[in-house]
């Protein structure tokens, strides 16, 4: 799921994406109800959606003239300023967790697809040692704002295709926040 966010975050989905995306299968997600209609949303936004108008829609949101209809950034949400306290934080868990930013990327690591790819990074490494570092990686670093930027993303005005990844995000974290509670 994060692997999926982060990479519909990184840029808008191409035709094969969206091929991907029109063969979900719609279950009930584990017995989720509302995760499963956030499935079946993205889903049916994919078979609606044209790729050029995908483009737009994702520069109107996140990019814009001077700056798209959301900023996509941990530092932004937590302290309303691009670049601060949070943003120096991560780099340090970061760099404990031997990971930096691709030479070719020139967004900072805050942005909600840079953090959706690390916490899928932890993930796929699997091991029980990992599992702590994912909690805490999460509490740290996704859970204080990243939520808040989903709903945000599901009620832009420029989001058409982007509506149903937001309420999928949303609900995923909420999911994600229950169960790494229940594991405390």
Not at 115 to 129: N, Q
Request: net charge negative.
């Amino acid at each position: 799921m994060y692997a999926l966010l982060g990479a519909l975050l990184a840029r808008a989905p191409d035709a094969a994406m969206l091929g991907l995306l029109k063969q979900i299968p719609v279950s009930q997600a584990n017995g989720d109800a509302t995760l499963a209609a956030a499935w079946a949303m993205l889903r049916q936004a994919a078979e609606r959606a044209v790729t050029a108008g995908l483009e737009e829609e994702y520069f109107d949101l996140f990019v814009g003239l001077g700056r798209g209809e959301l900023v996509p950034y941990g530092s932004w949400y937590v302290t309303g300023f691009l670049m601060e306290r949070p943003l120096a934080e991560l780099r340090i868990d970061l760099k404990r967790l031997g990971m930096e930013r691709r030479a070719d990327v020139h967004e900072p690591e805050d942005h909600a697809a840079a953090l959706c790819e690390t916490m899928s990074l932890l993930i796929a490494g699997g091991d029980e040692a990992q599992f702590e570092e994912q909690r805490e990686f999460f509490a740290k670093h996704v859970a204080p704002w990243m939520g808040r930027f989903f709903g945000d993303l599901a009620q832009a005005q420029s989001a058409h295709f982007y509506r149903s990844v937001g309420l999928l995000g949303e609900r995923f974290l909420e999911v994600e926040r229950t169960y790494f509670s229940m594991l405390v």
